[in-house]
Structures are given as structure tokens and as C-alpha cells.
């Protein structure tokens, strides 16, 4: 799932800034889930844009392509206006992101 030397090379090959990015995404991952899913439960457009932007940033930093477009969907769809339809790709992004997590974990 997750290409270490292409990390490192958006990371410019410097391992120490791979080590400090895959601790703060540990230690960030459950609390982006649940600001996704309390802006999404609250109905907040702008903070549905605002975490799925963040989380678009954090996937692509760890080259995960995919997900990151998954997240860039629902940032758009936030952004135009509604949220409807959602929330299947609101619990799939949280998916991904413990995916992710687990993936660096055993690294």
C-alpha cells in the first residue's frame, strides 16, 4: 500500500522528517476522524472542506494517490454545497486513514 522511497523522496530522502511525519500522523489519525466526523454529524460544510483538506494533504504526503483523491471528492463536494451522499465516503476516508496508520505503525 505505502511506498517508503517515494515518501522519502517527497520528504526530500531525509529520514528524520519521515520519522517525526509518520509519529505526528499516528498520534493525529484518531482525532482527524472524529473532527471529520463531528463536522459531518453537525451538518458544517466549511469544517467537512477544511478536514477533508487536511486529510487530502496527509495521504499525499505518504504517496497514497488514491486516498488522497478520495478525500480531495468529499472536500469538493463540501464546497459546492452539500453534503448529501457522504457518508459512505465519509466512513471510507476513516477507513482509509486507519489503514494508513496501521500500515506506518509496523514500520
Do not use: P
Amino acid at each position: 500500500m505505502l511506498d517508503r522511497a517515494a515518501i522519502l523522496q517527497r520528504l526530500g530522502g531525509d529520514e528524520e522528517i519521515y520519522t517525526m511525519m509518520v509519529a505526528m500522523f499516528l498520534d493525529d489519525v484518531d482525532n482527524n476522524c472524529a473532527a471529520l466526523s463531528a463536522a459531518f454529524a453537525a451538518g458544517d460544510l466549511k469544517s467537512v472542506q477544511r478536514e477533508a483538506h487536511t486529510i487530502k494533504g496527509l495521504l499525499a504526503t505518504f504517496s497514497d494517490d488514491e486516498g488522497a483523491g478520495d478525500a480531495m471528492t468529499i472536500e469538493s463536494t463540501a464546497k459546492s454545497g452539500t453534503l448529501a451522499g457522504l457518508a459512505g465516503a465519509i466512513g471510507n476516508i476513516q477507513l482509509r486513514l486507519k489503514e494508513v496508520a496501521a500500515a506506518l505503525g509496523k514500520r
